[in-house]
């Protein structure tokens, strides 16, 4: 008698035609509404430079008060205030640091400052050069590095981060002129200072890099004209396994996903799943 391949009979079993066209292939997985794994392909260090002053001012609130929870998904993060998370920040002190960050498209502006506003995307399409020049010189962090879903309290549905750290200094964002003719001139900003020479362009800045010079090792806190928010490190916080969120043939047990009978072939359960 000859030997059925393996994979011919299990699509007996599970009662499927033949497959006209080469290999069978396997159904990806790939459930919907699923927003902690669109958030976990964000970056876990954006620049917030271009933050609106009142989320910036949100931010800093809730830093002060403990451990930052955020909803964070491709370019949009929310901080939620009604989320708390355990543990707190402490400042760490640094020896001044310059860090400069060079912009040429929209690929750069986006691994760079996913968070941003339309004025950045409409200088790149202009064919204008962005330049962020900062002024590194501490860094609040939490002593945590591990958030559960049932560590946090309050109001935290749609919840998907925890800002595990935040750096602090003073910067400026500039635009490269595609000409260098012309005289210097001032351009009127609407809620931002701007000037323009024959160079550049200033888009924004806070911060005083003069007074980030006064900075102390030891130091518990930033010097006063020295403490913009550059950059946050986010965390993602582990939700416990559930049963929509495993693959076909496999259950949510002890926290993780299992087989449902380890001893079936989950290749059959993947067959099956897809008729």
Same mark, same amino acid.
């Given at each position: 008698?000859?030997?059925?391949?393996?994979?011919?009979?299990?699509? *007996?079993?599970?009662? !499927? *035609?033949?497959?006209?066209?080469?290999? +069978?292939?396997?159904? /990806?997985?790939?459930?919907?509404?699923?927003?902690?794994?669109?958030? *976990?392909?964000?970056?876990?260090?954006?620049?917030?430079l271009e933050w609106p002053a009142a989320d910036r001012a949100a931010l800093e609130a809730q830093?002060? @008060?403990?451990?930052?929870?955020?909803?964070?998904? @491709?370019?949009? %993060?929310?901080? %939620?205030? =009604? !989320?708390k998370a355990p543990s707190a920040y402490h400042y760490i002190a640094l020896t001044p640091k310059e860090e400069d960050v060079v912009m040429r498209n929209g690929a750069e502006l986006d691994a760079a400052m996913p968070i941003h506003g339309a004025r950045l995307e409409a200088r790149i399409e202009q064919k204008q050069k962005l330049e962020v020049? %900062?002024?590194?010189?501490? %860094?609040?962090?939490?002593?945590?590095?591990?958030?559960?879903?049932?560590?946090?309290?309050? /109001?935290?549905?749609?919840?998907?981060?925890?800002?595990?750290?935040l750096t602090v200094g003073a910067?400026?964002?500039?635009?490269?002129?595609?000409? &260098?003719? =012309?005289?210097?001139? &001032?351009? +009127?900003?609407? =809620?931002?200072?701007?000037?323009?020479?024959?160079?550049?362009?200033?888009?924004?800045?806070?911060?005083?890099?003069?007074? !980030?010079?006064?900075?102390? @090792? =030891?130091?518990?806190?930033?010097?006063y004209q020295c403490g913009a928010l550059l950059r946050v490190e986010v965390a993602p916080i582990q939700f416990p396994a559930t049963a929509a969120a495993c693959g076909p043939g496999l259950v949510a047990r002890d926290g993780s996903c299992q087989a449902v009978d380890p001893g079936r072939p989950q290749m059959l359960d993947v067959l099956q799943s897809g008729h």
């Open positions: 008698m000859t030997r059925v391949p393996v994979l011919l009979a299990l699509l *007996a079993l599970t009662g !499927c *035609a033949s497959m006209p066209g080469g290999d +069978p292939q396997v159904p /990806q997985y790939a459930p919907r509404d699923q927003t902690t794994a669109h958030a *976990a392909t964000s970056a876990t260090r954006p620049l917030i830093r002060a @008060g403990g451990v930052v929870v955020v909803r964070y998904s @491709g370019r949009e %993060m929310e901080v %939620m205030r =009604g !989320c020049t %900062m002024t590194i010189v501490g %860094m609040y962090e939490s002593d945590a590095r591990v958030w559960k879903a049932g560590d946090l309290t309050g /109001q935290c549905a749609g919840a998907t981060h925890v800002v595990a750290a910067f400026e964002v500039s635009a490269s002129a595609e000409s &260098t003719a =012309g005289a210097s001139a &001032t351009v +009127p900003g609407a =809620g931002f200072d701007a000037h323009r020479d024959a160079q550049k362009e200033v888009l924004d800045r806070d911060g005083s890099k003069d007074a !980030c010079a006064k900075t102390a @090792g =030891g130091a518990t806190a930033p010097p």
